[in-house]
C-alpha cells in the first residue's frame, strides 16, 4: 500500500478509504434510511437526530446522504422520493464532498495542517462560528443541515452552544448529530432528539462495503478477510483494521489464553506481559485490552439466563480492567503487573460464575 493510501489527513476518515462524505454505496441499515425517507414524504421530518451505533459501521456515511437529498430542492419535495441513492456527479454531491455547499455545517474535529496537529476535540468557538449559518434564511429557501461527528468529541461547552440552537431550531433546520455512544451524550440533547440507532453490519454487508472501496481493499485476500471478520463485530472500519495477519495472529494467540481459564498457562501470560510493557508495544497493548473485552462480552453474552448476581464477578473484573488500564495510561505505570494481574482477576471471575 503507498504511503498516500496509508495517512489519514483528516482525524474523521479512515487512511486509504473514501470519507463517509464520498461514499455513494450504502450497505445495510435499510430501515434507518426508510425512516429519513419517510419523513421527507410525510413533510415530518425531525429537526434532530441522534445517530447512534458501534463506530464503523456507516452512521455519518447515512448523515451524509440525508444531506445530500435535504440540500436538494428538486428532491427534498418529491412526494414519489423512495431512497437517499444520489449520482456522485451531481452538483448538491459535489457541493457536499468539497464542504462547500452554503447551507451545510459540519462540526468534527479539525484536520491536522503544516503547523498544527489534528484536534482531539470539537472546540466551542468552532460550534458558535459553525452554527451561525442557522442566523438567517437558506439562499434557496431550502434546509440548513448540520452534521456533528461525533457528538464524542463535543467538550461540555460546545456541547452546550449546539444545545441552545436544538432547543429553538430555526424553521427548516437539520441536526445530524453522530454518536458511537448515544448513551453518554448530554441527556439534555439527548432529549431533543429522534434517536435512531444502528445495528453492527451482517458479514456479507460488510465484506461488500470493503470490496466496494476500491485498490487495496478490493484486492484483499478472502481468507484474510473471513480471519479478520469476526473480530470487526459487524464493523467496517474495525475489520479494516484488523486486515493484518500479524494482527489476526496476536488476537487468536490471547484468546487462546482467555479460553484456557480458569486454568491459567503462567508461561504464556508472562511472555504476553513481557512483550506487552516494551515502549513499543502501545498497538499490540491496545489490541490485548479491546480482546479482553470482546472475550468478558462474549461470556457475559453467553451466560445471561444465569442471573445478574451469577455475573456480578465478571461485570466487576471488566470495570477494574477499564479502571486500572486509564490509571496506566495517565501515569504511564508498567504494564507488565496489571497484565499479570488481569489474568487472575479474569480466573478468579470465571471460577465463581463457572
Known amino acids: 500500500m503507498s504511503r498516500d493510501m496509508q495517512e489519514s489527513p483528516e482525524p474523521d476518515r479512515f487512511g486509504g478509504a473514501p470519507h463517509p462524505r464520498d461514499q455513494f454505496a450504502f450497505f445495510g441499515h435499510r430501515d434507518g434510511e426508510g425512516a429519513f425517507v419517510e419523513g421527507l414524504r410525510s413533510g415530518r421530518l425531525h429537526h434532530a437526530w441522534l445517530v447512534g451505533g458501534p463506530q464503523g459501521i456507516g452512521k455519518a456515511t447515512l448523515a451524509y446522504r440525508l ?10 419535495n418529491d412526494p414519489s422520493l423512495d431512497s437517499l441513492d444520489m449520482a456522485p456527479d451531481a452538483s448538491v454531491s459535489r457541493q457536499v464532498s468539497a464542504l462547500s ?16 496537529a489534528a484536534s482531539t476535540t470539537i472546540p466551542v468557538d468552532s460550534v458558535r462560528k459553525a452554527l451561525n449559518m442557522f442566523g438567517s434564511t437558506a439562499a434557496d429557501g431550502g434546509y440548513r443541515v448540520c452534521i456533528v461527528d461525533s457528538a464524542e468529541d463535543l467538550t461540555i461547552s460546545s456541547a452546550n452552544a449546539l444545545l441552545k440552537v436544538i432547543e429553538e431550531p430555526p424553521p427548516r433546520s437539520l441536526f445530524l448529530i453522530v454518536s458511537h455512544a448515544p448513551q453518554r451524550v448530554l441527556p439534555t440533547i439527548r432529549s431533543r432528539c429522534r434517536r435512531l440507532l444502528l445495528r453492527p453490519l451482517a458479514s456479507d454487508q460488510v465484506e461488500a462495503a470493503i470490496r466496494s472501496l476500491g485498490e487495496p481493499w478490493a484486492g484483499v485476500p478472502s481468507e484474510l478477510l473471513e480471519q479478520a471478520m469476526p473480530y470487526g463485530e459487524g464493523s467496517v472500519r474495525r475489520t479494516l483494521e484488523l ?23 503462567t508461561r504464556q501470560i508472562c511472555a504476553l506481559a513481557e512483550a506487552l510493557s516494551k515502549r513499543d508495544a502501545d498497538d499490540s497493548y491496545e489490541l490485548a485490552l479491546e480482546t479482553v473485552e470482546r472475550w468478558v462480552s462474549g461470556k457475559l453474552h ?7 448476581a451469577r455475573l456480578a464477578p465478571l461485570v466487576e473484573v471488566c470495570e ?13 505505570l508498567d504494564r507488565r ?5 488481569l489474568f487472575d482477576d479474569l480466573a478468579d471471575a470465571v471460577r465463581r460464575t463457572a
Open 67 to 76: 444531506a445530500r437529498t435535504v440540500l436538494d430542492p428538486r428532491r427534498v
Open 302 to 308: 453467553e451466560r445471561a439466563g444465569t442471573g445478574a
Open 337 to 341: 503487573p496489571f497484565i499479570l494481574t
Open 101 to 116: 455547499h452554503p447551507n451545510l455545517s459540519v462540526l468534527r474535529r479539525a484536520p491536522a495542517t503544516d503547523k498544527k
Open 320 to 332: 477494574k480492567i477499564s479502571r486500572t488500564a486509564r490509571e496506566i495510561d495517565v501515569f504511564n
Open 243 to 265: 486486515l493484518d495477519a500479524d494482527k489476526v495472529s496476536f488476537i487468536e494467540q490471547v484468546t487462546k489464553i482467555l479460553n484456557g481459564l480458569p486454568k491459567a498457562d
